[in-house]
T-cell receptor, first 119, second 112 residues
Framework: EAGVAQSPRYKIIEKRQSVAFWCNPI?????LYWYQQILGQGPKLLIQ????????DSQLPKDRFSAERLKGVDSTLKIQPAKLEDSAVYLC?????????????????FGEGSWLTVV | RKEVEQDPGPFNVPEGATVAFNCTYSNSASQSFFWYRQDCRKEPKLLMSVYSSGNEDGRFTAQLNRASQYISLLIRDSKLSDSATYLC?????????????FGTGTKLQVIP
C-alpha cells in the first residue's frame, strides 16, 4: 500500500516569495492534515480536512497560509508571502476517518515532509 | 495548561538501561492515545497505541492512567537504535470529531 506522498521534498525561497506544497494521502483516507514542525518542537496542526471540507483551521495563519482539498483527495498548502519564521518542515498526514471513533484504529500516517527554508 | 505535555529531555541513558517517559493530558474526555517515534529529520511514525489495560510490544510497554490523566512509555534494555524523539499523541472527541494533539516530544539519546 502506497504511503502519503508529498512534494517537493526541499524548497529554499526568499522572504516575501510564495511556495506551494502538494500532498496525496493514503487511498481511502477521508481525513487529511497539514502540520508545521519547527526544529526541536512537536508537530503543530495547521489545518484538518474531512473529505473536501475543513474541520479545523484554527491555527492556520490565514493572512498568509491557505490550503485546499477540492476533490477530497489531493491537497495543496500555499504560503504567500513567506516569512523567515515559516522555515520548518511541513508534514502532510492522513487517517481513515476522524469522524468515526475507531479508537486505536484511527492511526495517523505521515508523509516524509516538505522542508522549507526561507532566507 | 498545554493540552499535551511532555518533558523535552534529553534523556541520556547507557545501553541496556531502562528508561521511562510520561505524558500528561488536560482533556478528561480524551479517548485514545499513541506513542510515535521520530528520528532526526524524518517523519513521525507510529510506535504503539496505548490501551486502557496497558500493553507491551517487545521491549516497549505503554500504560494509561485515566485518573491522573497521563500515559507512559517504558523502554527496557535500551539499544543505540532507540535514540529518537518520542511523541505523545492524544485523541479527544470535540464537536463531533476526534481531535488529535501532539506533545512536543521527549528526546532520548542512548549512549554506548
Amino acid at each position: 500500500e502506497a504511503g502519503v506522498a508529498q512534494s517537493p521534498r526541499y524548497k529554499i525561497i526568499e522572504k516575501r516569495q510564495s511556495v506551494a506544497f502538494w500532498c496525496n494521502p493514503i487511498s481511502g483516507h477521508a481525513t487529511l492534515y497539514w502540520y508545521q514542525q519547527i526544529l526541536g518542537q512537536g508537530p503543530k496542526l495547521l489545518i484538518q480536512f474531512q473529505n473536501n471540507g475543513v474541520v479545523d483551521d484554527s491555527q492556520l495563519p490565514k493572512d498568509r497560509f491557505s490550503a485546499e482539498r477540492l476533490k477530497g483527495v489531493d491537497s495543496t498548502l500555499k504560503i504567500q508571502p513567506a516569512k523567515l519564521e515559516d522555515s520548518a518542515v511541513y508534514l502532510c498526514a492522513s487517517s481513515y476517518n476522524i469522524f468515526r471513533d475507531r479508537g486505536s484504529g484511527n492511526t495517523i500516517y505521515f508523509g516524509e515532509g516538505s522542508w522549507l527554508t526561507v532566507v | 495548561r498545554k493540552e499535551v505535555e511532555q518533558d523535552p529531555g534529553p534523556f541520556n541513558v547507557p545501553e541496556g538501561a531502562t528508561v521511562a517517559f510520561n505524558c500528561t493530558y488536560s482533556n478528561s474526555a480524551s479517548q485514545s492515545f499513541f506513542w510515535y517515534r521520530q528520528d532526526c529529520r524524518k517523519e513521525p511514525k507510529l510506535l504503539m497505541s496505548v490501551y486502557s489495560s496497558g500493553n507491551e510490544d517487545g521491549r516497549f510497554t505503554a500504560q494509561l492512567n485515566r485518573a491522573s490523566q497521563y500515559i507512559s512509555l517504558l523502554i527496557r534494555d535500551s539499544k543505540l537504535s532507540d535514540s529518537a524523539t518520542y511523541l505523545c499523541v492524544v485523541n479527544a472527541g470535540s464537536g463531533g470529531y476526534q481531535k488529535v494533539t501532539f506533545g512536543t516530544g521527549t528526546k532520548l539519546q542512548v549512549i554506548p
